[in-house]
């Protein structure tokens, strides 16, 4: 029960990584609030799920593209929980597309969603938890791909450096407050945003193949990382990143 009493706030929160990190977070003992975006029977069922280990499930309808869903979910959840303890900012987007053919409401629908929708949201919770006066913690889903390139995704690994970026530098004026703030990268995990990609046998094989240990990432294995980053065991962490890609990066041969 790493977070008894905790009060974790979830972007993208209906799916994948999201949905994952908010389960985790109840089974150790957090209430949550969730960031959905038009998404209400997958985000009925998380807070089903959160509610089943007998913890509280704030549920927000709004679009992290838009500053002004970010004061608005946090002013929510202060409302519902009391309080903002630790901000997953995990709302994120990857239309695959070419580069020479980007289509400019592509690029920009992903830097707005990825990039510019968490600074938002991480500046609104930022200015809760300093109200608050008893610190927090900040954690950003960022991507290996903030470390590699991606020939179908040269919108979307520019985000994941900058959240990883974004990370490194509001920990300075941050750490003063006692707010901590980090980043996980994770590699390859089968999500909504990639199951058409490994929907092929052969690259599905391919990817697992790379991975020295032997699979696709989960959603509950960053989920873990996550609830690390929230708790008293990481409290002295912060402009950090933990890549969790079993392996991925570092298997050149």
Same mark, same amino acid.
């Given at each position: 029960m790493l977070l008894q009493g905790q009060r974790v706030l979830i972007t993208g929160a209906s799916r994948g990584i999201g949905r994952a990190t908010a389960i985790e977070c109840a089974r150790h003992g957090a209430d949550v609030a969730l960031n959905v975006y038009n998404d209400d029977d997958a985000a009925a069922s998380v807070v089903? @799920?959160? @509610?089943a280990l007998g913890r509280k499930a704030v549920l927000f309808n =709004? &679009? *992290?593209a838009d500053p002004a869903s970010a004061p608005a979910f946090i002013q929510t959840a202060v409302e519902r929980l009391g309080g903002v303890d630790t901000f997953v900012s995990n709302a994120g987007i990857c239309p695959f597309h070419s580069f020479l053919d $980007? #289509?400019? &409401?592509?690029?920009? %629908?992903t830097m707005n969603v990825n990039l510019t929708g968490a600074y938002y949201m991480c500046q609104a919770a930022a200015n809760q938890m300093v109200r608050q006066g008893k610190g927090g913690s900040i954690v950003a889903v960022s991507s +290996?791909?903030?470390? *590699?390139? =991606? @020939? $179908?995704?040269?919108?979307?690994?520019p985000t994941k450096a900058g959240v990883h970026s974004l990370m490194q530098s509001i920990a300075i004026p941050l750490g003063r407050?006692? +707010?901590r703030a980090n980043s996980v $990268? #994770? =590699?390859?995990?089968?999500? &909504?945003i990639n199951k058409d990609d490994l929907a092929d046998p052969e690259?599905?094989?391919? $990817? @697992?193949? %790379? +991975? #020295?240990? =032997? %699979?696709l990432g989960r959603p509950e294995d960053i989920a873990k990382v996550v609830v690390f980053l929230a708790s008293d065991l990481s409290g002295y962490v912060t402009g950090a990143s933990v890549l969790t890609d079993g392996g991925?990066? *570092?298997n050149l041969q």
């Open positions: 089903a @799920e959160v @509610e =709004g &679009d *992290v $980007m #289509p400019q &409401d592509v690029l920009l %629908r +290996i791909s903030a470390l *590699v390139g =991606g @020939e $179908m995704q040269t919108h979307y690994t407050h006692g +707010i $990268m #994770p =590699g390859t995990v089968a999500t &909504d690259k599905r094989a391919y $990817m @697992e193949k %790379r +991975i #020295p240990l =032997g %699979r991925l990066f *570092v």
